[in-house]
């Protein structure tokens, strides 16, 4: 952060307070005055130094969400996997291929690739050839990029704790999902279209995470969220 934007709010405050009002009690009291203007002005401040760039949505939801991980813009997909980062990935909307016949793969030694149809989707694990159709591109609403989530992080274990009489609509469980609004903790299960829940799409319950995405992407813009498998054993 700039030097000229930051404020040393103790400082200023003394050299504000006339000589003779210099006591400590007064400015004790002045202080806690000065907190809420203190608290606007950090907050607008922060905003204004992020924007809906996608290593600086990164940076946001890992800071406000995985704040025990440091994030590292210049790390590549699989090592923001292999240190447990939030991180953002492009969309799974298929792309034209071109068709070739079986001898043209022989020819040059490869073996002819799979081709997926459009209800088999795949994680992102891999770039598999897709055949589009017409339909995909009138009829199927695809998302214009993907964030993917730690297991780890979701705290609906912990939530369904609080359900002692397992039926789901214990007054424990509403408590602690209204404490998700205060607190930073993620709350997600799977999508509800089967079909995306194998490739690893998710619901995430906590309105903090959809504000922030909301507030910082492009407009117009639409996102899917996806989680992934982390085990912190498995880095060095």
């Known amino acids: ?87 953002i990935d492009e969309t799974l909307k298929p792309t034209l291929q071109f068709v070739y016949l079986h001898d043209e793969y022989e020819t040059d030694g490869f073996l002819s690739p799979k081709v997926y149809l459009h209800n088999e989707i795949t994680s992102n694990q891999g770039s598999p050839l897709y055949l589009a159709s017409r339909e995909d591109y009138t009829e199927i609403h695809y998302a214009n990029f993907r964030v993917f989530i730690p297991e780890n992080l979701n705290i609906k274990g912990k939530v369904e704790v609080f359900d002692i009489d397992g039926d789901g609509d214990a007054s424990e469980i509403e408590r602690a999902q209204k404490l998700l609004e205060i607190t930073n903790s993620l709350y997600f299960e799977p999508h509800e279209d089967p079909v995306k829940a194998i490739a690893g799409a998710i619901e995430v319950r906590t309105t903090k995470y959809h504000n922030l995405l909301n507030f910082y992407k492009l407009a117009g813009k639409t996102y899917e969220s996806y989680a992934y498998e982390y085990s912190s054993s498995i880095v060095s």
Do not use: C, D
Not at 22 to 33: A, E, G, Q
Not at 58 to 71: G, Q, S, T
């Open 1 to 87: 952060m700039k030097q000229y934007t930051t404020i040393h709010w103790e400082k200023l405050l003394l050299l504000l307070i006339p000589p003779i009002f210099r006591k400590k009690t007064h400015y004790s009291w002045l202080n806690v005055l000065f907190k809420p203007l203190r608290s606007i002005y950090e907050t607008t401040l922060y905003n204004m130094n992020h924007t809906g760039q996608v290593i600086s949505l990164e940076k946001l939801l890992n800071e406000a969400f995985n704040p025990e991980k440091i994030y590292n813009p210049n790390y590549s997909t699989l090592e923001k996997q292999a240190n447990g980062l939030i991180y």
